[in-house]
């Protein structure tokens, strides 16, 4: 008998991890429709030019009203996950019979193909700006201007990276990346879609306009004329 997992909710990271070679992607929550518990699995990606062997993270799952529901360390051992690969999002690191309320997740470990444990509990994690829709008039310009249907909110620079509007965010210090790891977008070709996109919804407004230069009075240096 093979389960069926219905999607509940997925939520991307709010922050990044400052100098890991692996980055925490998002949470996401199914329904176990045979039993009504709720999976939660984590996505990772690895930033670094080698294989990861095995990689352990953290997580804490709380109740509506706050209570722990289960906390501990996961580990995704005999993968081989290449420099830009996803992982994990195959493996639920726990099932609850209660609504899950929050998750909260830190990264703990990683080994790569030269077998050395390497800890990640002193790389510090560092709020990314948050993500904003694309509005619905634009959504549908950017996305057929780039061939790809993720993308739904504002591409965003963020200390260290940029983010895509798929919602990735890319990592790159001193390493130039402007492709999006998880949807492949170019960098440049994106932020021309969304300007372009920007125009057809919001003309530019003249620089005078006879509509507003009676009734409320304005400075002299609104209109700058001075
Ligand atoms: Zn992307």
């Not at 895509?164 to 960098?187: L, P």
Request: net charge neutral; proline share 6%; with cysteine.
């Amino acid at each position: 008998m093979s389960e069926t997992f219905t999607p509940l909710a997925r939520s991307r990271s709010s922050y990044y991890c400052k100098g890991s070679p692996v980055h925490f992607v998002m949470v996401e929550l199914f329904r176990m429709e045979q039993t009504g518990e709720t999976v939660v699995t984590l996505t990772f990606k690895n930033l670094y030019s080698h294989p990861i062997r095995s990689f352990t993270a953290h997580y804490c799952c709380k109740n509506r009203a706050g209570q722990v529901l289960g906390e501990d360390d996961f580990t995704y051992s005999n993968v081989d996950v290449r420099d830009g690969q996803c992982f994990g999002s195959d493996d639920g690191v726990f099932i609850s019979d209660e609504m899950l309320g929050s998750v909260e997740v830190s990264l703990v470990s990683v080994t790569y193909d030269d077998g050395v444990l390497h800890s990640l509990r002193r790389c510090p994690p560092v709020a990314l700006p948050a993500l904003r829709p694309l509005e619905k008039e634009m959504r549908e310009s950017v996305r057929s201007a780039m061939g790809i249907r993720a993308l739904k909110y504002m591409p965003e620079e963020a200390p260290d990276g940029w983010r895509c509007a798929c919602g990735g965010f890319n990592y790159n210090v001193g390493r130039g990346k402007y492709t999006c790891s998880e949807c492949g977008a170019d960098k440049a070709a994106l932020q021309a879609a969304v300007q372009a996109a920007l125009r057809q919804v919001r003309p530019q407004k003249p620089m005078y306009d006879a509509a507003q230069a009676f009734g409320q009075p304005h400075s002299p240096q609104e209109y700058g004329t001075h």
